[in-house]
């Protein structure tokens, strides 16, 4: 069994998703728009059509998918957690999806980590970003 994190957007999942693969060192195993899927797109507004009705991102032996929502009210109640094998990784990430976002907690050590931060990336996503073993 594999469960998976499924975010929502309100317009930018491909870039979001893009920007996740490179970061992340993912592979986009999907990126599917209503433009890619005519028997859907006619209900559409054109300005909406490519817009993501699937994408999956493999990272690993784990994955997220995502979606933009054509009523996206945005997010509450949700982050990602990333558990990093080493403190550069973590680090490393955090830099990554913190650039235009804003960092609750600054990337650091904490009682329970080597490292830990808390942020909101540039397209309102939370994420935590941890670094795995002993502190």
Known sequence: ??????????????????AYARILGGEVRAMVSHRDMPEMAGSVPEDHKDRILHAWIDIGDQALMGQDMQEFS??????????????????RIFGDLVDGGTAAIPFGP???SKGFGLLTDRFGVTWVIDTAGEP
């Open 1 to 18: 069994m594999k469960v998976l994190a499924n975010i929502d957007f309100g317009g930018d999942c491909r870039e979001a998703f893009t």
């Open 74 to 91: 945005g997010r509450t109640g949700m982050s990602v957690t990333v558990t990093a094998d080493t403190i550069e990784d973590a680090r």
């Open 110 to 112: 904490q009682p329970w």
